[in-house]
């Protein structure tokens, strides 16, 4: 069975602050892993996912994330906060042999302060 | 390209009764997932379909039930509903059913019951 875990359901950073988001998971297999993003009345819209080429995967709106099999994490990040990147974020796993599944950790509330 | 479209957006139900919604995909995706959103609960997978085949079910009773056109297009129907049930119903759709691709959101269906 597959689970994530999302370190802190809310986030509070300055604008221009490092953007630190932490997700960890487990999975009997090695994974497929997603950073998903939610704004207000909305759905989810995808800001980037390992598929097992690079570890260092970069996506939309300046986020990153890197793979570590060791630490079993997935951690988001992005050099400088923006106001616009308030919102809820969520780590996602997948087996990579069983279709679109996804098990969502618990999300994180993004908070940016002018 | 039109975006994954749920309807209706909104619906109020009494406990007990019934209800169907409705998703269409991405104009070529043949996958379509379904997940429940609560603030108790999170993000859950309800079930995916691949070619109008059932290739994935969570764990959900089987008051939640679906099922997928030949034109791709996919409904939900919850029969006897409770209040428990109140909650963002948000459709995906993919290209394949690989979770190589990306899952395509709607905005969902916010259901309450009375």
């Known amino acids: 069975a597959q689970s994530v875990t999302q370190l802190g359901s809310h986030v509070s950073v300055s604008e221009g602050a490092l953007v630190l988001l932490r997700c960890n998971y487990s999975?009997?297999?090695?994974?497929?892993l997603f950073w998903y993003v939610q704004y207000p009345n909305q759905g989810l819209q995808l800001l980037l996912k390992?598929?097992?080429?690079?570890?260092l995967v970069k996506g939309i709106n300046g986020f990153e994330a890197e793979f570590k099999k060791s630490e079993t994490s997935f951690h988001l990040t992005k050099p400088s906060a923006h106001m616009s990147d308030a919102a809820e974020y969520f780590c996602?796993?997948?087996?990579?042999?069983?279709?679109?599944?996804?098990?969502f950790g618990g999300g994180t509330r993004l908070m940016v302060k002018p | 390209k039109a975006g994954v479209t749920q309807t209706p957006r909104y619906l109020i139900k009494t406990r007990g009764q019934q209800v169907t919604l409705s998703c269409s995909p991405i104009?070529?995706?043949?996958?379509v997932s379904w997940y429940q959103q609560t603030p108790g609960q999170g993000l859950q997978f309800l079930f995916e379909y691949f070619s109008e085949t059932q290739r994935n079910k969570g764990n959900f009773p089987g008051r939640f039930s679906g099922r997928q056109f030949s034109n791709s297009r996919s409904e939900m129907n919850v029969s006897t509903l409770e209040l428990g049930d109140s909650a963002l119903y948000l459709c995906?759709?993919?290209?394949?059913?690989?979770?190589?691709?990306?899952?395509?959101f709607g905005p969902g269906t916010r259901l309450t019951v009375t």
């Open positions: 999975s009997s297999v090695p994974p497929y």
């Open positions: 996602a796993v997948s087996p990579n042999n069983a279709g679109n599944m996804l098990t």
């Open positions: 390992y598929t097992s080429a690079a570890t």
């Open positions: 104009s070529g995706h043949r996958s």
């Open positions: 995906a759709s993919s290209l394949e059913g690989t979770g190589l691709y990306e899952q395509y």
